[in-house]
């Protein structure tokens, strides 16, 4: 399948892996990239210029393909040694960086400069155009459903991903929600160049977190997540656990007065203790609502040749046979 996000990203299939905390390493951008798709390694987890750096040679070793990486800009008291991990990119020479959170306006001269492709990470219209007009090469376009911070707006992805398409003369990808063919060719069809899943890609063989992880995917429905932190509108979508639970009694009991000191034990310093340990009530883990799509643990490969080849048969079989 040809899109535009094929073409400039130079990859066979228009699949992105999204940029996970603690998920992204290079054991699993490198399956994707291999696959067909475009692995991503999650900057912030590295936390150092000198780990991403070495995350990135990693990588390299693992394949020959095309694959980017995933900076946030999070509002923070310490901020990330940012110039240093884009630097390290540009060392690396990695090609394609993925941006999410904050504007990233103060960094596209640097990356411009340096030849790489920039997708910014949205979740509203505006903010898509914003991206465009600060010179993003793509964005991804992330509805209601997804994992993670779903923005403020509660847009799902049947009206977000046409009025995008309506809006917006670059290319962009659908993300949140994406689990398969069905996902893919739905997204094409309302104006998309591919898509980017991030829950679908932790349930994978080559998926560096624990196995606890992976079956608490497949076991969920698309009624096990919860949407946390409202109140401090930084809305997060997480899988529901026993610290999920006192952390939304927190919220509803101090309601307007609530800060994020408040519930800073079940969201801070969690990842490692979840993704790593497998302590799966440790803390709040952002999951999306696809993990209702989520029935097994396939290798990437498999999941990436069954999307595309049930996606052939979508196309020229069942949407032709309609006429």
Partial sequence: MKTRITEMLGIEHPIIQGGMHFVGFAELAAAVSNAGGLGIITGLTQGTPEK????????????????????????????????????????????????????????????????????????AVRHALKAQSIGCDAVSVDGFECGGHPGEDDIPNFILLPRAADELTIPFVASGGMADARSLVAAVAMGADGMNMGTRFIATQEAPVHENVKQAIVAASE??????????????????????????????????????????????????????????????WSCGMVAGLVYDVPTVKELIDRIMSEADGIIHKRLNGLY
């Avoid at 999410?100 to 400069?113: C, F, R, S, V, Y």
């Avoid at 009624?223 to 009694?249: H, K, S």
């Fill in 223 to 284: 009624l096990d997540t919860r949407l946390v932190m409202r109140p401090l509108r930084n809305t997060e979508r997480v899988m529901n656990n026993a610290a999920v639970e006192r952390l939304l009694e927190k919220e509803k009991a101090l309601g307007a007065d609530l800060k994020f000191e408040d519930i800073i034990e079940e969201v801070a310093g969690v990842y490692p203790k979840i993704m790593l340990n497998g302590d799966m009530e440790v803390g709040a």
């Fill in 52 to 123: 991403l750096a070495a995350e990135i040679a990693r990588c390299r070793t693992m394949t020959d393909k095309p694959f980017g990486v995933n900076i946030t800009f999070l509002p923070t008291l310490t901020p990330p040694d940012y110039p240093g991990l884009f630097q390290a990119i540009i060392d690396g020479g990695v090609k394609v960086v993925e941006t999410a959170g904050n504007n990233p306006q103060k960094w596209m001269p640097m990356l411009k400069d340096a030849g790489i492709k920039v997708i910014h990470k949205c979740t």
